[in-house]
Antibody, heavy 124, light 107 residues
């Protein structure tokens, strides 16, 4: 069973940094894409970024709203995914979800399993 | 960026009703569309991917259809546990995007 547990959220001042972690189990971590998705209070879902699998050099993609400020990385020895967030703004306040990507199945990748999320609050 | 427009944004229905939610893409996305259900205070749950493929374990009263730019999620015979917010999401191209959501409430 795929399990994802996020941690590292908290209160941070504007301009500050925070590193989120996602501990994974139940699958071969290096063989799967992984995403971060966030949800601001009372708002919809916003994709943050993606880490492709080892065979694709763990290359990454980011939403324009976080590009240059956020960075996704992995530690295979710990089966963990990370989101380094720098230059944080009040609009980054959200619940951040770690997401396991299945595929390609008949050519499709899809957001299959979601963690429970960790809350980030950016405020002075 | 590909915009996804969901309609309606809010829907009031009764147990046993048939419900249809529409998602329109701003450009052709083939069948690169998924649907998610999010109950209040919980993480989203995948219902359908590739526009019409039911995720394992999801009840058969949920179905998806459509291609190119027009997609629908249908819930046959609404059950109490189906009252939630539903989102569509495209995986055709980056940045990945979600629709604004449709909240299904009890009439």
């Amino acid at each position: 069973e795929v399990q994802l547990v996020e941690s590292g959220g908290g209160l941070v001042q504007p301009g500050g940094s925070l590193r989120l972690s996602c501990a994974t189990s139940g699958f071969t971590f290096s063989d799967h894409y992984m995403d971060w998705v966030r949800q601001a209070p009372g708002k919809g879902l916003e994709w943050v970024g993606r880490s492709r699998k080892y065979a694709e050099s763990y290359s990454t993609e980011y939403a324009a709203s976080v590009k240059g400020r956020f960075s996704i990385s992995r530690d295979d020895s710990k089966n963990s995914l990370y989101l380094q967030m720098n230059s944080l703004k009040s609009e980054d306040t959200a619940v951040y979800y770690c997401v396991y990507i299945s595929g390609p199945r008949t050519g499709y990748y899809y957001m299959d399993v979601w963690g429970k999320g960790t809350t980030v609050t950016v405020s002075s | 960026d590909i915009q996804l427009t969901q309609s309606p944004s809010f829907l009031s229905a009764s147990v046993g009703d048939r419900v249809t939610i529409t998602c329109r893409a701003s450009q052709v996305i083939s069948s690169y569309l998924a649907w998610f259900q999010q109950e209040s205070g919980k993480a989203p749950k995948l219902l359908i991917y590739a526009a019409s493929t039911l995720q394992s374990g999801v009840p058969s009263r949920f179905s998806g259809s459509g291609s190119e730019t027009e997609f629908t999620l249908t819930i046959d015979s609404l059950r109490p546990e189906d009252f939630a917010t539903y989102y569509c999401q495209q995986s055709h191209s980056y940045p990945l995007t979600f629709g604004g959501g449709t909240k299904v409430e009890i009439k």
